[in-house]
């Protein structure tokens, strides 16, 4: 599994309204557009390790555990 697919996964499994709100904060926190973020979760651009870490901490949850680069 690939960070890309970690997070488009943890994603998906939340609530529509859930995640709607959760990816605004996020991207509001990590300073990126809605284009980079669709990217990170379409697999058209990795996701750089200073993003995941900041995405883990933001979660509270580490998504990248398993991932293979």
Request: aromatic share 10%; with cysteine.
């Amino acid at each position: 599994m690939t960070a890309n697919q970690a997070l488009d996964g943890y994603l998906s499994s939340l609530p529509d309204e859930e995640r709607i709100e959760l990816v605004a904060q996020l991207r509001e926190f990590l300073g990126v557009s809605i284009h980079v973020f669709c990217n990170w979760r379409r697999s058209r651009t990795p996701i750089k390790p200073v993003y995941r870490r900041e995405i883990t901490n933001f979660i509270g949850k580490d998504l990248f555990q398993n991932v293979s680069d």
